[in-house]
């Protein structure tokens, strides 16, 4: 609370989220109220490394001050509405309510030992409150445009499950224990490039040493295919993997269940990667969504194979069977599936099916959120939910299998 010079009348301030401040932005917050530079390093410390979720338990800051943080910041995040669990374990998903009621989507993937030899806990996050974008297939396509989340609830989101996994860590089959996330995409709800900003800032903040310290390459960013958007991210000194969700080998096939082809044709598209691969000499990977009876035939394998080939190596495709919604679309068989990949291996592209996790508890991105409603009120207690206790559901989760 503070007081206007000229009439001293009291003017509520919004406490600031300490969430969505850079390390030199939270130094300079601090500065600004005559703390000294040292307490940010012990204030990131209690944030990244303790996983404090209030101030009260940062004990290595003195008491006044954390008094005073209390009264003018917040690190607390979103509200816990609902939380599901696959069946075996290694999939969660929570919905989140904001400080102003709108519910967002964040799943928990846990994976054994790959050929690296190491465990992972992937954590697929939201960017905005809705989208924009109005794919045909994609349950928060079908919501409508609420707002941008900003800096601090993408962070928080993270932390979340950071801070279940340092609680209770996850024993791979493998006996390895995993107590922390090694992996972040942002595929959940939204577009992360229509929230451009809000996005590259979360995305420093949990890469930062200071910071979560996540590795850029463990992070990986999925548009539906913004150009401005993905040259902006060429130029940017992080090297996080970029996903392009593609879904069909030409314009007219895709601009039936993308709309923003319009704007961004495909060839606009693959130039902007063409440019974001010879910055960045990173791979790009081409989402494929396939739908039984309008993409998934050879010859739109063969197609699609032409179209990346400039790319060679440096373009794989992640081929995704649709989950169930309510637009009625439906995944092709597995031999359909297989099919379909011989082509794209003949034509010289590297592909993937997605495994298939989360599906009996609608960890596709949009659909706990649809099952809920846009806006709820905040229960006087969360609901945990240990157990989808309906008929599975055909789904899979919204996301490449982060390496």
């Known amino acids: ?28 917050w601090l500065a600004a109220r005559g703390e000294q530079p040292f307490r ?30 209390a009264a003018d910041a917040t690190i607390a995040g979103p509200t816990l509405r609902r939380e599901l669990a696959a069946r075996d374990g290694r999939t969660r998903k929570v919905l989140l309510a904001l400080a102003d009621g709108r519910l967002i989507e964040a799943v928990l993937m846990l994976y054994p030992a790959g050929p690296d030899g190491r465990a992972r806990a992937s954590v697929c996050i939201s960017t905005q409150a809705g989208c924009a974008y109005g794919c045909t297939f994609c349950a928060t396509g079908q919501m409508g445009f609420d707002r941008h989340l900003t800096a601090g609830e993408i962070v928080a989101q993270v932390l979340y499950f950071a801070r279940e996994l340092r609680a209770q860590p996850w024993t791979a089959p493998d006996g390895q224990a995993l107590d922390h996330v090694t992996n972040v995409v942002l595929m959940g709800m939204g577009e992360p490039l229509h929230n451009y900003d809000n996005v590259l800032r979360a995305v420093r903040i949990l890469n930062a040493p200071e910071g979560l310290g996540l590795g850029a390459r463990h992070i990986t960013l999925s548009t539906v295919g913004l150009v401005p958007g993905i040259l902006r991210l060429a130029g940017e000194p992080l090297q996080i993997n970029l996903a392009i969700s593609l879904h069909a080998p030409t ?18 598209v693959l130039e902007a990667c063409q440019t974001y691969v010879a910055r960045t000499n990173r ?21 699609l194979a032409a179209l990346l080939a400039p790319l060679r190596q440096l373009g794989h495709v992640n081929l995704i069977p649709v989950n169930a919604t309510a637009a009625g679309y439906r995944p092709p068989s597995g031999e359909a599936i297989r099919r379909f990949r011989d082509e794209l291996r003949r034509g010289g592209i590297g592909n993937s099916v997605r495994a298939e996790r989360g599906d009996d508890i609608a960890a596709a991105c949009g659909q706990l959120h649809t099952r809920e409603g846009r806006t709820v009120p905040l229960p006087d207690s969360p609901r945990r939910i240990a157990d989808a206790s309906g008929a599975a559901l055909d789904l899979v989760v919204p996301m490449v299998d982060p390496e």
């Open 40 to 69: 940010a390093r012990q204030i990131l410390d209690g944030i990244y490394r303790q996983l404090a979720a209030d101030f009260e338990a940062m004990t290595n800051l003195p008491r006044p001050l954390r008094a005073r943080l």
């Open 283 to 303: 791979q790009v990977t081409f989402e494929y969504v396939l739908l039984a009876g309008e993409n998934d035939a050879p010859e739109h394998a063969r197609a």
């Open 251 to 268: 314009d007219a096939m895709r601009l039936r269940t993308m709309p923003v082809t319009r704007k961004y044709p495909i060839a606009a």
């Open 1 to 28: 609370m503070l007081s206007t010079p000229a009439t001293g009348a009291a003017i509520d301030v919004a406490p600031t989220d300490l969430l969505g401040l850079e390390p030199g932005d939270l130094r300079a």
